[in-house]
Every structure is written in C-alpha cells, then in structure tokens.
C-alpha cells in the first residue's frame, strides 16, 4: 500500500450504494462535463432499478459525509457492465476511480464474472485515458444501437 492509498484511505470511505443516495448522486453527475443523462436510464426509479438487481455491484465514495464518487456496475451473468464512473472534481487523482473499478471488477470476479466493459461517450477525454491506463482496451469490431422503448 502507498502514502497515498493510506491518505485516501483515511479520507474517503467506499460503500454500496442505496437507493437513498440517488439524489446527491445526480447532483454529482449534473455537475460533470460530458456526463451523458437521459430520463429513462438515469431517473430515481431506473437507477433504484439497477441497485436492486446488481447490490453488490453499485458503490459510493464519500468524504467528511458527502458523495463524491460513483460507480454503478451490473452483470447480465456473462459479462459485466460499468455505468456513471464519476469523481468529483475536488478529489480527483486521489486514486477513487481506481479503487472503485477495482472494487467492481473484484466482486464481479467473485461471481465469474471474466469480462467487464465499459460505455464512455467520445467527448469524455479524462475517461478515455483513465480507462486505458487501466489496460480496458476500445472495441472497433463493434457499434453499439439503442432505441427507448
């Protein structure tokens, strides 16, 4: 463990996320350049959806009792998905993220889970770096469609 995983350590505490989070959690990605909303996936409703189906798999960060940090994973039982991956700010290259994908990939792997991917919108620069520096790899072999229903 490095000084600065003891210091984060010491700062920010990870936790599973409960529906009650919701709002501070919106309010967090609101405030997030890039951060693509949309009322069917991200209202209170869809994400307590979520929460319900992947427990193990959705996690705050906190620091002095306030959320600044989010991760919402989720497994269909092949493979797994990592949704609002969001640090405030403030707390940014402290090593949060990291912790918090760790944290994903690990209880996923628990359920044999061996593949873990990631949805990232083009304008999210910091994110595509950070997700390569984690070795996560970008897929040219695929396009992804979505229509609301």
Same mark, same amino acid.
């Given at each position: ?106 209880? !996923? ?15 999210? !620069? ?24």
């Amino acid at each position: 463990m490095t000084e600065d995983d003891r210091n984060t350590d010491q700062l920010v505490g990870i936790r599973k996320m409960i529906a009650e989070d919701y709002a501070d959690a919106y309010a967090l990605w609101k405030k997030t350049p890039d951060m693509s909303l949309q009322e069917q996936n991200d209202s209170f409703e869809a994400i307590s959806r979520l929460i319900q189906f992947n427990p193990d798999f959705c996690f705050v960060a906190e620091k002095n009792g306030q959320l600044v940090g989010t991760i919402l994973g989720a497994t269909d039982g092949r493979n797994g998905t990592i949704y609002h991956l969001v640090v405030a700010k403030e707390v940014q290259r402290q090593g949060i993220a990291t912790k918090l994908v760790n944290l994903v990939v690990k209880q !996923l792997r628990e359920v044999g889970i061996k593949k873990i991917s990631v949805m990232i919108t083009k304008r999210q !620069l910091t994110g595509v770096a950070f997700l390569q520096h984690l070795k996560f790899t970008k897929r040219l072999d695929i396009e992804t469609y979505s229509k609301i229903i």
